[in-house]
């Protein structure tokens, strides 16, 4: 995959990611009870994410207010897609595979994705509680670095369901499977990362080749020793 078709990639999936979450935002009300079912394994329901992954925030952990702790991860974020796109470029100029780069783009579009929310949204769309909210408000929810994500994708496939009761801890308990909510950017995310595990042999050929000679050198070696 070359530069211009990793660029057409990341340009789809950021066009997709942020209309979705544009109108979300000026359709739905924060926080309103129930979702719109689709499916019965599938809703969409409008939340807003202004901490990490899970919803963790940094002030949850170190003795720091909110607002800092905020900042402090919108910045690292901005540094961490600001890694992740040159590690983009690097893998495109080496020509590395195409199972590679096409994981790496996926990554990036989902960062970059996650962080114009996290940079933007906040001063230009008024809050969503107990009100859809407005692009281009008057009165945004708060300013640069300082947004919040937005997440709508709800999968849950198993719901209320009962652990059986002879499983240890859980068993009599109730639980849902898929609970978290997500969007098209934590997908791409998700899917570039799928792609470097699932295919890594693919994605990383000479470091598994280097690896492989070093084990067989190594065996070389070895039997030389006790011949």
């Known amino acids: 995959m070359n530069l211009k ?9 950021l066009i997709i990611d942020q209309v979705s979450k544009i109108y979300i935002k000026t359709h739905f009300i924060l926080g309103n009870q129930g979702a719109l079912e ?14 990490a992954a899970w919803g963790a925030k940094l002030s949850d952990f170190l003795p720091i207010s909110e607002s800092v702790g905020k900042l402090i991860l919108t910045v690292f974020r ?24 096409l994981a790496v783009s996926l990554i990036f579009a989902g960062a970059l994705g996650n962080i ?5 949204y906040g001063m230009i769309f008024d809050h969503s509680n107990g ?59 998700s899917t570039g990362v ?9 994605a990383f050929p000479k470091d ?3 690896l492989q000679y070093s084990e067989d050198s190594a065996t070389i070696d070895h039997v030389s020793e006790n011949e």
């Open 208 to 210: 598994n080749q280097e």
């Open 131 to 189: 009100q859809v909210a407005t692009l281009f408000s008057d009165e945004p929810y708060g300013g640069i670095f300082y947004g919040k994500v937005v997440d709508m994708l709800y999968f849950p496939i198993i719901q209320d369901e009962t652990w059986p009761a002879w499983v240890p801890y859980f068993g009599g308990r109730t639980f849902n499977f898929f609970e978290p909510v997500f969007n098209i950017a934590d997908m791409a995310i």
């Open 116 to 120: 114009i929310d996290s940079v933007f």
């Open 5 to 13: 078709k990793s660029l057409i990639l990341i340009a789809i999936i």
């Open 194 to 202: 799928g792609i470097l595990l699932v295919f890594n042999k693919k």
């Open 78 to 101: 901005l540094f961490a897609v600001a890694g992740i796109g040159y590690w983009l470029y690097d893998t495109i100029k080496k020509q590395s595979p195409k199972t590679l780069v």
């Open 38 to 51: 689709v499916f019965s394994w599938f809703k969409i329901h409008f939340i807003e994410n202004s901490g």
